[in-house]
């Protein structure tokens, strides 16, 4: 995992195939008999990461400077330690550098904790107050959205169904179909809450009936799969058996923010199976909720609905029964 001779480094694939199994490790960073002892720790279940450097006697932490970071003390029966870690799931890989960069300081450059943790701060704060090129949310949604793309390839062909994924050109839902619409909302919370974007997303168009596919994705380790391996599965797809639909399927990459280049080596897997949900019996907000006066004026609403333990709507488009990531 670790080479003395290179810097404490943990590479990000050990750390997610145990975050992926759920399962905790420790990672030693620094010699035995050094001081301080420095781990890198997948802890709480397997759901966290954190980095752990020993105190001295009368030591102390160092004050967290930024919001999405957490250092605390620790101790077991023979020594003290300062943990440093996140709470914000959607920095996590990124974290993960941070805390080899504070660790490689340490172990390899001789700085205290306190010198090690500022000079990294400096360095990385433009890296920390700026997401990655696509936010988490958007990278599990685009995620769902190919994975629905390519079930649905098998009952309409691969033609259609590219046609068919209208999200990407600003169209109120992500596919139309044949006499129905769909939404689809991918989360990595162990409950299926999903963000609604506008009032009428949840809305369905006069004559068509309007579905909400429910996804639920997790750390998949080494079996999972990431974003790009998922839009290569699908471009491959298309190149092969729908050639002329290629150039279509690029542009609705790009427009959901994909790009080939883009940071990626986080894999998913499905946490449970596709739900699927008529809009008609969800609760959500649309324009009949607003006051008369109010409709021409509010032109923008986020919210959050609990679909947790809905049961499935009876008779759901039976094109996505066969669901999988590509």
Same mark, same amino acid.
């Given at each position: 995992m670790t080479?003395?001779?290179s810097g404490p480094h943990v590479a990000w694939t050990d750390v997610e195939y145990y975050l992926g199994q759920g399962q905790a490790t420790?990672?030693?960073l620094s010699r035995p008999g050094a001081h301080p002892q420095v781990s890198y720790v997948v802890e709480h279940g397997g759901r966290d990461i954190a980095l752990h450097v020993e105190l001295d006697r009368h030591g102390r932490a160092p004050s967290a400077?930024?919001?999405? @970071? /957490? @250092? #605390? /003390? @620790?101790?077991?029966?023979s020594r003290r330690y300062a943990r440093i870690r996140t709470d914000r799931a959607e920095l996590i890989r990124d974290f993960h550098d941070f805390l080899c960069a504070v660790a490689d300081r340490i172990v390899m450059h001789g700085r205290s904790l306190d010198q090690a943790y500022a000079e990294t701060i400096r360095a990385w704060s433009a890296l920390l107050d700026r997401p990655r090129s696509l936010s988490l949310e958007k990278r599990i949604g685009l995620i769902g959205e190919l994975g629905v793309l390519s079930t649905l390839s098998n009952e309409y062909g691969w033609a259609a169904a590219v046609e068919s994924w209208t999200g990407p050109d600003g169209e109120e839902h992500d596919f139309g179909l044949p006499g129905y619409d769909l939404e689809v909302k991918t989360t990595a919370s162990e409950q299926r809450r999903h963000t609604i974007h506008g009032i009428n997303q949840l809305t369905p168009a006069p004559s068509r009936s309007l579905w909400l596919a429910s996804l639920q994705v997790t750390r998949g380790g080494t079996d999972g799969r990431t974003l790009a391996e998922c839009a290569r599965a699908v471009r491959a797809e298309v190149a092969e058996h729908a050639p002329a639909s290629l150039a279509r399927l690029d542009r609705q990459l790009t427009a959901s923010g994909w790009s080939e280049v883009s940071p990626d080596d986080e894999r998913w897997t499905l946490r449970s199976p596709l739900l699927?949900?008529?809009? #008609?019996e969800l609760p959500r907000l649309d324009l009949s909720v607003l006051p008369e006066v109010a409709r021409g004026r509010i032109s923008s609403v986020t919210y959050v609905l609990d679909v947790t333990h809905l049961p499935a709507s009876p008779q759901p488009p039976s094109a996505l029964a066969d669901f999988r990531l590509p």
């Open positions: 080479d003395a001779s420790t990672f030693p400077t930024l919001p999405t @970071i /957490r @250092i #605390d /003390r @620790i101790a077991d029966p699927l949900l008529d809009a #008609d």
